[in-house]
């Protein structure tokens, strides 16, 4: 078996005190944690465009790691990284792993060369996810590269080019579906726009919302019982994405009758871009019934752009997993690492310091937040705090047995609101750090 990633071992877990660069400090796999192993909790994908593909280009230079893996011929190279794919998620025991369609095959020259292209690297896929013991996380279809998506793909004005995506989003839901994938996205790669001098928003939000509804369609016709979901983001590569995040994608699929099979995919990097925290993304979608799965990464919020780091810091990973868990846990979704290692980490063996790095921070935000869901002191504290509406004039006004002609008299009856508590955001925040250090 060819071996590419020759300076990763297999990654074992040694603890919190070990210093061994590839071991895992935080994630053991089988350890339990509030009743379901940290595999199950977690269920970390690898993401592979960014692993197999990203070469470290940027604006300003080429890239700096080569993802050839030895070969020349673009088949031979594609095979190539599904050896390499495997031979990652073994080493780093990543159970899950994520695509968009042109990250696993090449374009040939007609839609039809191409999707023999996929349907040969598939057969590969599939064996070694048997092999393995594998499974796809979703799949995708990248509706946003090629020129023709220039302006856009299902909210192109161009209809060839809405029936080129319709195409091969119908091709990367036969793969997913192929390969017992449990999720579908729709990240609007360019859908969205630059100006409105040139910009039909109605139609295109329709055509957006119809492409949609036929990947339903065809996706339940052919078997495919696991979540769409959509991934919010709100600008990159166009000024205004239409899917600017959590709140605005729910009025869109509420709008087209779509919430039933979609949910959110949620990405820390995008909710920072959009002006929130990832907590609060992730908190807009659990209250919302349509929490799916999170692209596991982190921004820098020094710049405007999608970083797509590997996520390591720790209050983030904690309250993260603080959402997950009062969300009940992930159901078909999972922890998809959307993120690469820096231009200048560009040897391999960076590939398997991020990825421990990523899931040890994830490791670590589980446990953490764990112990503040059993410590108790926050979810009591907020609790306390809207107590008022547990009796008399609150109660009322939550079972909806009060005009506002009832709330008339009772204000006018009180006079005043004189009384209020503290919300002790400092208490509380002093409470966390208290929970996580114990020093
Ligand atoms: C880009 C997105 C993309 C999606 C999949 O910003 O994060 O990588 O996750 O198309
Ligand atoms: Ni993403
Ligand atoms: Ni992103």
């Not at 065809?218 to 696991?226: A, E, K, L, Q, V």
Request: with cysteine.
């Amino acid at each position: 078996m060819k071996e590419f990633f020759t300076s990763i071992p297999k990654v074992q877990y040694e603890g919190a005190a070990s210093t061994n660069p590839f071991a895992f400090k935080h994630y053991n796999k089988d350890e339990v944690i509030a009743g379901k192993t940290m595999a199950e909790h977690t269920k970390f994908a690898l993401s592979y465009w960014h692993t197999l593909c990203g070469e470290g280009a940027d604006m300003f230079g080429v890239g700096t790691s080569n993802k050839s893996f030895g070969e020349t011929d673009s088949m031979a190279i594609y095979k190539n990284k599904v050896y390499a794919a495997f031979e990652l998620m073994d080493k780093l025991s990543i159970d899950y792993f994520c695509f968009h369609d042109r990250d696993i095959a090449p374009e040939g020259k007609t839609l039809a060369e191409t999707n023999a292209n996929l349907d040969e690297i598939v057969d590969l896929i599939e064996e070694l996810m048997k092999k393995y013991n594998k499974k796809l996380l979703w799949g995708t279809a990248n509706c946003f590269n090629n020129p023709r998506y220039m302006h856009g793909a299902a909210t192109s004005c161009n209809a060839d080019t809405f029936a080129y995506a319709a195409a091969q989003v119908k091709k990367a839901l036969e793969i997913t579906v192929r390969l017992g994938g449990k999720g579908y996205v729709f990240w609007g790669g360019r859908e969205g726009y630059e100006t409105l001098l040139n910009t039909n928003m109605g139609l295109e939000l329709d055509n957006m919302a119809r492409l949609m509804k036929l990947a339903v369609e065809y996706g339940r016709s052919i078997g495919f019982t696991g979540d769409f979901y959509i991934e919010p983001k709100p600008k990159e590569p166009t000024k205004h994405q239409y899917d600017f995040d959590v709140a605005t994608v729910l009025g869109f699929l509420r709008k087209y009758g779509l919430d039933k099979d979609f949910k959110m995919n949620i990405e820390a990097n995008h909710a920072t871009l959009a002006g929130h925290t990832f907590q609060h993304e992730l908190r807009v979608a659990r209250e919302n019934g349509v929490f799916g799965s999170i692209d596991a990464n982190q921004g820098d919020l020094l710049l405007g752009w999608d970083t797509d780091q590997f996520p390591t810091n720790v209050y983030e990973t904690t309250m993260c997993m603080y959402e997950v868990l009062k969300a009940g846990g992930f159901v078909n979704g999972g922890l998809n690492f959307d993120a690469k290692v820096r231009r200048g980490s560009f040897d391999y063996t960076d590939l398997a310091h991020a990825y421990i790095a990523g899931m040890d921070a994830f490791a670590l935000g589980l446990k953490l937040a764990d112990k503040i869901i059993k410590d108790g002191r926050i979810d009591a504290f907020t609790k306390e705090r809207y107590k008022s509406f547990e009796t008399g004039i609150g109660a009322d006004i939550v079972a909806g047995k009060v005009s506002l002609k009832d709330l008339e008299a009772y204000a006018l009856n009180l006079g005043d609101v004189t009384t209020n508590e503290s919300s002790r955001q400092e208490y509380l925040e002093a409470v966390i750090n208290s929970i996580m250090f114990q020093g």
